[in-house]
RNA sequence: GGAGAAGUGUCCGAGUGGUCUAUGGUGCAGUCCUGGAAAGACUGUGUAGGGGUGACUCUACCGAGAGUUCGAAUCUCUCCUUCUCCGCCA
């Protein structure tokens, strides 16, 4: 959420910033309505004080046993113009909200103005020299997985619908493997405290971490409970602390979390159709930083180095790119991808995003910190990231480890995880 | 799921319609006292939004929301949470 008052103060600049993002973005309709509800609001305190004193004079009054009728009819005047300015400011207030809360955050100066990922900046590639493997044509991820067993797609429909699939056998154990690997990285050199946590979260949470009231299409609800499944664990991570004052001696704050992610993939008919890459449930390990506006920026930089260790550790080829502000996420100032290199296609795909949100998620989840002792609680500032995506971990290992027609090599950090196995063949 | 009880400030806890600052204690901070400390005394002590250069001041907040009333922590309704008992359950 952006901040009312800065908005009120620069409201130029804030419609300008946006404006990077889409340039159909104004802020006119926020500043009438505001000016409104704060003129109304003063009228209703004037209003209120009147009353308080009425009500005052009326206590003594009917102490005293005398008459309070000429009183209390103004009071009641009074009280019911009140009721009338309340509604229409609570009206206003309502609108204001609605428009407010639907607006994205801005991006960050250093962000590169462009449409779409093509307009992203590269900032760095790691793992080229073992990118060319022995076999000339990889085969895709899917076909490798579907031969060693690994993976059942067909029977993951049957069980749910599509994009749902099933792993098993030592498909099933290099998950868990991947996942364990993650967690044991972040927790034991990365300074991470683990949580397993809800997997359905309330609508707070979801307004909290921008997911609501803009993208609901995207989740799925349990419609009798009021609850949605996460589409990350970004969500209730990041609410943990939501409506509280944390002490500046907590801080920074650093969590990672294993949880599967659930996703309707609304607006992605027809991409992806085949594989891992874009399902609707997969697992995820999340890495989510709780800071100070002094530090955020560092926390980005340590935050997205910590998802590439991953990579590195698993010796996939990856690059690191800068999200442009037409590619970058409602709540993000500024956003790193890391891509990890897919020798079927040829090309490098999203396995992590890191994003800083300053206190765009903060302020909307009321998160604050006090710096010092009797100084004014300030917002938090967020920051999340993958550390990183099983699924399309998987799919990565599936064709940059293909050695030859009919062996797959296990990663060599896998190994004691995968009970051993150092190779698979189908 | 059924029955009952409760939710007040850092915490404990009083307050069942009206005296502007929500009793009292506790914790915390400051001052006094002391050689120093403890004890004691006094003062202050949350959040948000307004107004004023400022000392200051106004408004709202007693689990959440709605209602009754000139006026609600207090009465009514709905919801949430916790506790006790019963039922079901990995």
């Known amino acids: 959420m952006l901040d009312i008052k800065a908005l009120r103060q620069d409201p130029h600049a804030i419609e300008k910033a946006l404006q990077r993002r889409n340039p159909d973005f104004s802020i006119?309709?926020?500043?009438?309505?505001?000016?409104?509800?704060?003129?109304?609001?003063?009228e209703e305190?004037?209003?209120?004080?009147?009353?308080?004193?009425?009500?005052?004079?009326?206590?003594?009054?009917?102490?005293?046993?005398e008459n309070a009728d000429a009183v209390m009819e103004t009071a009641k005047a009074i009280s019911e113009r009140i009721k009338a300015i309340e509604s229409e400011k609570d009206a206003l207030a309502e609108e204001q909200d609605r428009i407010v809360m639907s607006l994205p955050n801005l991006p960050h100066e250093s962000v590169k103005d462009g449409n779409s990922e093509e307009d992203n900046e590269e900032i760095r590639r790691w793992g080229c020299d073992f990118k060319a493997r022995p076999l000339a044509e990889v085969p895709p991820h899917w076909e490798t997985g579907v031969a060693l067993n690994w993976i059942d797609f067909e029977r993951g429909v049957k069980l749910?619908?599509?994009?749902?699939?099933?792993?098993?056998?030592?498909?099933a154990l290099l998950v868990r493997?991947?996942?364990?690997?993650?967690?044991?990285?972040?927790?034991?050199?990365?300074?991470y405290e683990e949580l397993v946590l809800p997997l359905l979260v309330n609508e707070a949470s979801m307004t909290g971490t921008g997911q609501l009231p803009k993208f609901g299409e995207d989740m799925y609800k349990v419609a009798e409970d009021d609850l949605y499944l996460i589409p990350t664990s970004e969500v209730p991570i990041t609410n943990l602390y939501r409506d509280e004052i944390v002490?500046?001696?907590?801080?920074?704050?650093?969590?990672?979390?294993?949880?599967?992610?659930?996703?309707?993939?609304?607006?992605?008919?027809?991409?992806?159709?085949?594989?891992?890459?874009?399902q609707h449930?997969?697992?995820?390990?999340?890495?989510?930083?709780?800071?100070?506006?002094?530090?955020?920026?560092?926390?980005?930089?340590?935050?997205?180095?910590?998802a590439e260790r991953i990579l590195q550790i698993l010796e996939l080829p990856y690059?690191?790119?800068?999200?442009?502000?037409?590619?970058?996420?409602?709540?993000?100032?500024?956003?790193?991808?890391?891509?990890v290199w897919m020798p079927s296609q040829g090309v490098y795909r999203e396995i992590s995003s890191c994003s800083n949100t300053l206190d765009f998620q903060a302020r909307r989840m009321n998160l604050r910190y006090r710096s010092a002792e009797g100084e004014k609680p300030q917002f938090c500032h967020t920051l999340n990231g993958s550390g990183i995506a099983v699924g399309r971990t998987i799919a990565a290992i599936l064709e940059n480890?293909?050695?030859?027609?009919?062996?797959?090599?296990?990663?060599?950090?896998?190994?004691?995880?995968?009970?051993?196995?150092?190779h698979a063949t189908f």
């Open 45 to 65: 305190e004037v209003l209120r004080n009147q009353r308080n004193a009425l009500n005052k004079e009326l206590a003594t009054l009917k102490k005293a046993g």
């Open 177 to 191: 493997s991947l996942i364990r690997l993650m967690l044991d990285v972040h927790t034991t050199q990365h300074g």
């Open 281 to 306: 449930q997969f697992d995820k390990v999340e890495l989510v930083h709780i800071t100070t506006a002094e530090s955020s920026f560092d926390a980005l930089e340590a935050l997205t180095s910590h």
């Open 160 to 171: 749910a619908k599509s994009r749902f699939s099933v792993f098993r056998g030592n498909g």
């Open 247 to 278: 002490e500046a001696s907590q801080l920074p704050m650093q969590f990672t979390a294993h949880t599967p992610c659930f996703r309707r993939e609304a607006g992605s008919a027809g991409r992806d159709t085949r594989g891992l890459i874009r």
């Open 319 to 339: 690059r690191v790119v800068s999200l442009c502000t037409g590619d970058i996420g409602f709540s993000a100032a500024k956003t790193y991808d890391i891509e």
């Open 28 to 42: 006119d309709a926020v500043l009438a309505i505001d000016e409104k509800r704060r003129a109304l609001l003063q």
């Open 401 to 422: 480890y293909v050695i030859d027609a009919h062996t797959l090599r296990i990663p060599k950090a896998l190994v004691p995880y995968m009970n051993g196995l150092e």
